[in-house]
């Protein structure tokens, strides 16, 4: 909303940039104690939800395939993980079923979010299915990933 301000003139760059780190800060304050996990085959995907979450206050983990995420959450606890749902061997909807298959009940719990350039209806669908908890498309939009922290994160992270 704030980029469509700006873009048609409703904005300067300098309201827009002080209303910008505004909401980051917000956000930071909320976030700042996160464990996150980013899940993708594309090194230039994962450096870019890297750097958006990092101008939210949220430091990240990468994983560049579904059976790195399932290493890296047998030692370490996330409160979230955005996966990626087209990658080659192990898919997304895999690695979440995997996941919540897990014995370890807590763990199995963890909110996965679909960050996917597919986001047609039955993309949505088959996400649901699979476990995933929410659904974010590409190119990230910052609200869709704000709404994402907000919705999956507990209120003392």
């Known amino acids: ?35 996150i996990l980013v899940v993708d085959d594309n ?4 450096q870019i939800a890297q750097g958006l979450l990092k101008k939210l206050g949220v430091n990240a983990e990468l994983a560049e395939s579904g059976f790195k995420a399932l290493e ?36 199995a719990k963890v909110p996965v979010v679909a960050m996917t350039a597919n986001a047609f209806d039955e993309d949505r669908k088959a996400a649901k299915e699979c476990g995933m908890n929410g659904f974010i498309s590409k ?4 609200q869709e990933l704000v709404q994402a922290l907000r919705m999956c994160l507990q209120d003392h992270k």
Do not use: C, W
Request: cysteine-free; proline content about 3%.
């Open 43 to 46: 090194e230039v995907n994962l």
């Open 72 to 107: 890296l959450i047998s030692k370490k606890d996330y409160d979230i993980i955005f996966m990626d749902h087209q990658m080659p061997v192990m898919d997304g909807h895999e690695a979440t079923r995997r996941i919540r298959n897990l014995e370890d009940k807590e763990l």
């Open 1 to 35: 909303e704030l980029k469509l301000l700006l873009v048609e003139g409703l904005l300067n760059k300098a309201e827009y940039s002080a209303l910008f780190a505004e909401e980051a800060e917000r956000v930071k304050f909320l976030a700042s104690k996160a464990n």
């Open 139 to 142: 190119p990230i939009n910052m």
